[in-house]
Every structure is written in C-alpha cells, then in structure tokens.
C-alpha cells in the first residue's frame, strides 16, 4: 500500500506565499508522476499542477501558470508545490496525487493517479 501526507496549508493574505509539502510512502516510490489538485466547496476537484519523477518535466494548469512551482526531492520522496501571489479563487482544499504504473502522457486529468491524499486546507483572504 502507498500513503500520501500533504502539510504546509493554512490561512494567508492575497498576494503571499505558501509551500505545500507532500511525502510519499509504500508502492507510491513507484509512481510515474506526482500532481496537485484542488477542489473548492461546490466545485469539481481540478488539476493543478503535475511532475514526472524520472525526467523532472513540469505541467500546470492555465488558472497557476506563472504563480506556482511544482519541484520534487527525490532522496526524501517529497513533492512540493510553491504558491506565490495567492488570491482568493486559490482558496481551496489541496490533494496530493500518485500516478502509479501510469504510462501514458497526459498528467492533467484525474484519470492517471490512483493513489490520494487527504488533503489540507489553503486559504487566502482578500
């Protein structure tokens, strides 16, 4: 079994920073791609931001493009994602994500990852 801890959430001002950690366990060492999704009250959760473990490629969605960095230590099987200039529609519950066995080339849905977090809250007031 593969396990997920995100930390590094919390409460911050529009247009600060914050840097969420998630450490990897188990078969998600495996794993083909590491990815951030979010998910506000009501909404679908959505793709933020992916990175394959073997070659460091990055992916981001449009709406964090710019804003946010995707990085991954691989000696301590630790995935980051830095947010800069945080606003408000950033505020949402944020999921790390394996993609374990995957072998295809698409990393921005959640079709992919079959190994989930629990999630920690970001949110940013305005």
């Known amino acids: 079994q593969g396990q997920l801890v995100e930390s590094g959430g919390g409460l911050v001002q529009a247009g600060g920073s914050l840097r969420l950690s998630c450490a990897a366990s188990?078969?998600?060492?495996?794993?083909?791609?590491m990815g951030w999704f979010r998910q506000a009250p009501g909404k679908e959760r959505e793709f933020v931001a992916a990175?394959?473990?073997?070659?460091?490629?990055?992916y981001y969605a449009d709406s964090v493009k710019g804003r946010f960095i995707i990085s991954r230590d691989n000696a301590k099987n630790t995935v980051y994602l830095q947010m800069n200039k945080l606003k408000p529609e950033d505020t949402a519950l944020y999921y790390c994500?394996?993609?374990?066995?995957?072998?295809?080339?698409?990393?921005?849905?959640?079709?992919?990852?079959?190994?989930w977090g629990q999630g920690t809250q970001v949110t940013v007031s305005s």
């Open positions: 188990g078969r998600t060492f495996s794993s083909a791609a």
């Open positions: 994500a394996a993609a374990s066995g995957y072998i295809g080339s698409v990393y921005a849905t959640k079709d992919p990852y079959n190994y």
């Open positions: 990175i394959r473990w073997t070659n460091g490629n990055t």
